[in-house]
């Protein structure tokens, strides 16, 4: 039962360069398109959500985007900041991915 | 406004035993969801409770079960442990269905059986 899914385990930029993070679900009914990031140790926290009646939602550096079409969405950060690494969840109602792991260089 | 918090944080059972692990919900949240993250993979949503009803469950067998209290407070329960059943095991609450604010997570129970 893989609804979300995340493709890339793992994705390194520099700082100060944009991050893309992208997410691929099956189920049209989803009513929100979730962004969550997880430090070790820790719990995920709620990073950015999208309502499946958008295609856009910005918030500071954190944009998210969604192609209902593609079934896609994406989480862009500008710029991208070394505090930004972590792992990045993608969620749809309770489903969420495999998550990407952000490395971000200074 | 306290967050979520679990218990134990670490926890190590011998297959074939029982376990029982702890959840208190961030107040003012009335739904409470159990995640079993294993390692290198996303969280599965075990099942989730509102108002100390079971309202949804994930691909889980039975020996699974949980509870929620009046206080909105939870427990999850595991029988008959199993090795796979070791992984990160995420607590996580919200008023309602999470919509577009989500979840508040706590940071887990990390359960080994050996």
């Known amino acids: 039962d893989q609804q979300v899914k995340q493709n890339s385990p793992s994705l390194s930029v520099q700082e100060g360069r944009i991050s893309i993070l992208n997410c691929d679900y099956t189920n049209s009914m989803f009513d929100y398109f979730l962004w969550y990031k997880k430090y070790p140790a820790e719990g995920p926290t709620f990073l950015i959500s999208?309502?499946?009646?958008?295609d856009k939602n910005e918030d500071g550096r954190f944009t998210v985007f969604l192609n209902k079409s593609a079934k896609h969405l994406s989480l862009h950060i500008v710029p991208s900041q070394p505090g930004d690494s972590a792992v990045y969840f993608c969620a749809a109602s309770v489903r969420f991915g495999a998550g990407t792991r952000l490395t971000v260089k200074p | 406004e306290t967050g979520v918090t679990q218990s134990p944080t670490h926890l190590i059972k011998t297959r074939g035993q029982q376990v029982t692990l702890r959840c208190s919900s961030q107040s003012g949240h009335n739904t409470v969801s159990w995640y079993q993250q294993a390692l290198g993979q996303g969280p599965q949503f075990i099942f989730q409770y509102y108002r100390e009803e079971e309202n949804g469950r994930g691909n889980f067998p039975p020996r699974f079960s949980g509870l929620q209290f009046p206080n909105y407070s939870s427990e999850l329960n595991v029988n008959a442990l199993e090795l796979d059943d070791s992984a990160l095991y995420l607590c996580?609450?919200?008023?309602?269905?999470?919509?577009?604010?989500?979840?508040?997570f706590g940071s887990g129970t990390r359960l080994t059986v050996v």
């Open positions: 996580a609450s919200s008023f309602g269905l999470p919509g577009p604010y989500g979840y508040t």
């Open positions: 999208i309502s499946s009646i958008k």
